[in-house]
């Protein structure tokens, strides 16, 4: 069964502070790893990886991903109380549907 | 940017009452559709993947006939929960997937909050 797990579940900084976000995976037919940030309401695009050791970065958020070993991670630098949030992973399948499988999640909250 | 909408935002209905979400996009034609659904502190969870003109492809424990899905057109899906039921409260979200060669990322639908009484 293809499943995809991040940890920690949830976490409390205080901003400033770096945090790294894991998520590990075992599905087949994967085709790409997706970060999104959920607020209130649906999810907001952050990444997507599908190559090995690559970083992508977009202003204090990294993400990278290692296809051996089946993880990936996301950074935030010098978090800020915006960054409050669920961050969620989900696996892009090649199959037939295309469907994405997502991640249980990590809720971050930054306090000031 | 493509840009899904969900109509309503939020519906509270009574029990054994029926409720349709309608899920468009709104700046490109998608050839499928999903429907996910999120209760309080979850993930989202797949209920089906839809594609225009065809039949839904549920998820193992999504009942088919209590979720009605219907992809008329490469712009609109709809999602009607029926004879719904408080346990069926939940946030439902759709996303809608563009159509390239081989991969389409999937954008998400601000998502309609049922609440059943």
């Known amino acids: 069964e293809d499943k995809v797990v991040q940890s920690p579940l949830s976490l409390v900084v205080h901003e400033g502070d770096t945090v790294t976000l894991n998520c590990s995976y075992e599905v087949t037919n994967f085709r790409s790893l997706l970060w999104y940030k959920q607020e209130k309401k649906a999810p907001t695009f952050l990444f997507m990886l599908t190559s090995s050791g690559i970083e992508k970065k977009s202003g204090r958020l990294s993400s990278i991903l290692d296809k051996k070993e089946l993880f990936s991670i996301l950074n935030i630098t010098a978090t800020q109380t915006g960054d409050s949030a669920v961050y969620l992973c989900a696996v892009d399948l090649i199959s037939g549907t295309y469907k994405y499988i997502f991640g249980t999640g990590t809720r971050l909250k930054v306090l000031a | ?117």
């Open chain 2, 1 to 117: 940017g493509a840009v899904v909408s969900q109509h309503p935002s939020w519906v509270i209905c009574k029990s054994g009452t029926s409720v349709k979400i309608e899920c468009r996009s709104l700046d490109f034609q998608a050839t499928t559709m999903f429907w996910y659904r999120q209760f309080p502190k979850q993930s989202l969870m797949l209920m089906a993947t839809s594609n225009e003109g065809s039949k839904a492809t549920y998820e193992q424990g999504v009942e088919k006939d209590k979720f009605l899905i219907n992809h008329a057109s490469l712009t609109l899906s709809t999602l009607t929960v029926t004879s719904a039921h408080p346990e069926d409260s939940s946030f439902y979200i759709c996303s809608a997937r563009v159509a390239l060669a081989g991969w389409g990322e999937q954008f998400f639908g601000p998502g309609t909050r049922l609440t059943v009484l």
